[in-house]
T-cell receptor, first 113, second 110 residues
Framework: KQEVTQIPAALSVPEGENLVLNCSFT??????LQWFRQDPGKGLTSLLL?????REQTSGRLNASLDKSSGRSTLYIAASQPGDSATYLC????????????FGQGTTLQVKP | NAGVTQTPKFRILKIGQSMTLQCAQD?????MYWYRQDPGMGLKLIYY???????DKGEVPNGYNVSRSTTEDFPLRLELAAPSQTSVYFC?????????FGPGTRLLVL
């Protein structure tokens, strides 16, 4: 059974710091891995999607990497800003036929001015 | 486009009552999903649909039912509400593997 784990559960950093969020999964047979952002009381917003054949994806100050063989992904946030404060969730997709996602518990990030 | 909309935003139910959570999308997406999120946890898939008339169970389907008569709508039915169904419910639709989420329905069962 696929399990997705995110460590740490919470992180607090000063503004301007570069940071890394971690995601691990138990079954390497994935179709893609996705990172989402969730603001308090809101739905999820897709940030980055990495196909199983890819090693990384970049969008602005965000860079996500994927190491399928070791069951790990990282989300790197450069030059963090208070507006980056949110919960970040990773999810793995095993099948393109269904698109079903299995989520980690999330890492809640606070960026202090 | 309104994207994915969900109603109601918040509801209190008594144990044993029933209700339908509404979800609609105006992006003509074939794939739609219902998740629940408990405090401090990730999302768990309840039911999903790959097109009108086709639905299937996710990880935690017990106590719920769905239907998909049109591409746009994917309602989630709770029968005989229980305190364990207190949660935030999210509906999503997807296009080319990216899922688009609604704002959620917060449900409290007392």
């Amino acid at each position: 059974k696929q399990e997705v784990t995110q460590i740490p559960a919470a992180l607090s950093v000063p503004e301007g710091e570069n940071l890394v969020l971690n995601c691990s999964f138990t079954d390497s047979a994935i179709y893609n891995l996705q990172w989402f952002r969730q603001d308090p009381g809101k739905g999820l917003t897709s940030l980055l999607l990495i196909q199983s054949s890819q090693r990384e994806q970049t969008s602005g100050r965000l860079n996500a990497s994927l190491d399928k063989s070791s069951g790990r992904s990282t989300l790197y946030i450069a030059a963090s800003q208070p507006g980056d404060s949110a919960t970040y969730l990773c999810a793995v997709c095993r099948s393109s036929n269904t698109g079903k996602l299995i989520f980690g518990q999330g890492t809640t990030l606070q960026v202090k001015p | 486009n309104a994207g994915v909309t969900q109603t109601p935003k918040f509801r209190i139910l008594k144990i044993g009552q029933s209700m339908t959570l509404q979800c609609a999308q105006d992006m003509n997406h074939n794939y739609m999903y219902w998740y629940r999120q408990d405090p401090g946890m990730g999302l768990k898939l309840i039911y999903y649909s790959v097109g009108a008339g086709i639905t299937d169970k996710g990880e935690v389907p017990n106590g719920y039912n769905v239907s998909r008569s049109t591409t746009e709508d994917f309602p989630l039915r709770l029968e005989l509400a229980a305190p364990s169904q207190t949660s935030v419910y999210f509906c999503a639709s997807s296009y080319e593997e990216t899922q688009y989420f609604g704002p959620g329905t917060r449900l409290l069962v007392l």
